[in-house]
């Protein structure tokens, strides 16, 4: 991959801001990581700003959010209680990993934000060159940082991706979680994919949990770490709280 674009590339004019979402631990009621979703600083919702990215100002783009993630998470005292911050990344954005890091690490380094809470996710529906991709994470590895797959189940990379490096956590799309109490075949799907999973040590996050239903039969399968609207929606430059689902709760919701 060139820095041209790095260089030369167009800058991002859009003001930006991040809301966040928690990822927690039901087993511990602990908030184990929030994630950063970009938002207009206008009230612009994640998809009208990303409709404003194209190939000439990712690099842009993706070093801004960085930058405004570590800032607010800082400002929040997000790292307090034990929590990481999870950022989603463009692969395509990054030229070359330990230069394009640079504007993170100045930021986590300025704001007293600490590296080893943060989690550099990248979804697998965006095509991308398998070489770099793991050049990049392997990268990220050795400078201290976690990495995630995030929509697991759902893109390009899949399972051969798995076989060349295992990031520290793999998150399962929620068209994959959507009615797993109601669905057999999601439910077989997952429950395999979990022990794939915890056979390679890499940590399980489902998303998009909406349902106590849905929370019930993850909980059976012995995930700890969800994400969805049932425990929180995300926040616009606060940390929101979480609604815990006890099992009398579960229970009475689920009659």
């Given at each position: 991959?060139s820095c041209?674009a790095?260089?030369?590339g167009?800058?991002f004019?859009?003001?930006i801001?991040m ?11 602990t908030?184990?990581a929030?994630e950063a ?14 409709a404003?990215v ?8 993706d070093?801004?959010c ?9 400002r ?13 990344f463009?692969?395509?954005a990054?030229?070359?990993p330990?230069?394009c ?7 986590a380094m300025?704001t ?8 550099f996710?990248?979804?697998?529906d965006?095509?991308f060159?398998t ?8 990268s990220y ?10 929509d697991f ?5 899949g399972l051969?991706?798995l076989?060349?490096?295992q990031?520290d956590?793999v998150?399962?799309d929620m068209?994959l979680?959507?009615d ?9 799907v997952?429950r395999?994919?979990l022990?794939?999973l ?7 996050v489902c998303?998009?949990?909406?349902t106590?239903g849905?929370h019930?039969?993850?909980r059976d ?5 969800l994400?969805g609207?049932l425990?929180a929606?995300?926040a616009v430059e606060?940390?929101?709280p ?8 579960d ?5």
């Amino acid at each position: 991959m060139s820095c041209v674009a790095c260089r030369d590339g167009a800058g991002f004019d859009l003001p930006i801001t991040m809301a966040f979402q928690p990822i927690v631990d039901v087993r511990t009621e602990t908030v184990f990581a929030y994630e950063a979703l970009v938002r207009g600083q206008d009230g612009k919702g994640a998809g009208e700003v990303l409709a404003q990215v194209s190939a000439e100002n990712r690099y842009a783009f993706d070093q801004l959010c960085r930058k405004t993630a570590i800032e607010l998470a800082s400002r929040l005292d997000m790292a307090s209680d034990g929590a990481n911050l999870s950022i989603n990344f463009l692969p395509n954005a990054v030229y070359e990993p330990r230069a394009c890091i640079r504007v993170t690490l100045d930021a986590a380094m300025r704001t007293g934000f600490p590296v080893d809470r943060i989690i550099f996710e990248f979804t697998e529906d965006e095509t991308f060159d398998t070489n770099h991709l793991l050049n990049i994470l392997r990268s990220y590895r050795a400078m201290g940082f976690k990495t995630a797959i995030d929509d697991f189940g759902a893109g390009y990379a899949g399972l051969g991706l798995l076989t060349k490096f295992q990031p520290d956590i793999v998150k399962l799309d929620m068209a994959l979680i959507r009615d797993i109490d109601t669905d057999r075949v999601k439910r077989t799907v997952v429950r395999n994919t979990l022990n794939m999973l915890r056979d390679l040590d890499i940590e399980p996050v489902c998303e998009g949990i909406e349902t106590a239903g849905e929370h019930d039969a993850l909980r059976d399968l012995g995930v700890c770490l969800l994400q969805g609207y049932l425990l929180a929606r995300p926040a616009v430059e606060a940390l929101p709280p979480v609604s815990w689902v006890s099992p009398v709760e579960d229970l009475a919701r689920s009659a």
